[in-house]
């Protein structure tokens, strides 16, 4: 049962999973369950000491495997990895979690579930599905779904500079993206030429939108939103933003600027002077 159902968002739809049990343990049954908020993964332990791994929205297994030879009698949710924790009989304790670097590529790779590891890189915020975010983008650009193609861009996952190629790092030094992915100078300039539906909303303003419903704009698009809207002469909206954080001052955006050109140049240093 649903119980924080709120509109315009979608009923969440009950799913009914067969559990799978292995030849071995035709008898196990599941004694506990614990379900990660930030993965939106059920763990689930059975009596035998098996770990099942659910997606939660869909319902699709993602791993299973015996953690255990004695009962796990007690479990928790860790949240110090957003994950699992438990003692078994013989009082050993532990711990299973999502390693976030591999699971992605592993339920593509391994799995073949490009839908699942598509989502679940969105709602955790996961590397590994870089590609696929950006191939769906183009395709529903391309075909003129420009409000799809604006929740997919609102929705991809951070940048993380620790990941980062050269070539990445330069190109951030001049569009500042510590949000999404597809949230750049690129898109932006693409949802502003994008042709507009006759009596309905601009594609650049279908795109702000849906980033202020989702949450904060970064420092780019409040600048490329503050522009019409003073235009318009609509100032109080704009200091509604600022007061809501929902947009953010220009002074940080050039602050931002400075972080991505520093850690540029250190890496630069770092290979000229590493011995040969």
Known sequence: MEIDH??????????????????????????????????????LVTK????????LESGACVYMNRISGETIFVTAEHEATNGIIGVNKK??????????????PYILTTL?????????????????????????????????????????????????????SENTLRLLAFTVNFQGILRTVAVIESFKQAPAPPGGLS????????????????????????????????????EKWLKDNKARPVQLYLNCRLICCAAYMQRRTRRHCTPA
């Open 203 to 238: 594609p650049i303003l279908q795109y702000f939108g849906i980033l202020l419903e989702k949450g904060e704009l970064n420092h780019l698009e409040s600048l490329e939103l503050a522009r019409p809207v003073l235009q318009q002469g609509r100032k109080q909206l704009l």
């Open 91 to 104: 009082g050993q304790v532990l711990s299973v979690n999502v390693d976030e670097q591999t699971i992605i």
């Open 48 to 55: 035998y000491g098996f770990i099942h791994l659910y997606d």
């Open 6 to 43: 709120t509109n315009p968002d979608p009923p969440f739809v009950k799913k009914a999973v067969d559990v799978y049990f292995p030849p071995e343990a035709t008898n196990d049954f599941p004694v506990a369950m614990q379900v990660s908020k930030k993965h939106g993964i059920i763990y």
């Open 112 to 164: 073949n579930n490009t839908e699942l590891a598509f989502k679940l890189a969105s709602r955790a915020n996961l590397p590994g599905a870089d590609d696929l975010y950006v191939k769906q983008y183009q395709q529903l650009f391309q075909s003129g779904q420009f409000g799809e193609a604006a929740k997919v861009a609102a929705n991809s996952p951070r940048v993380r500079l620790s990941s980062l």
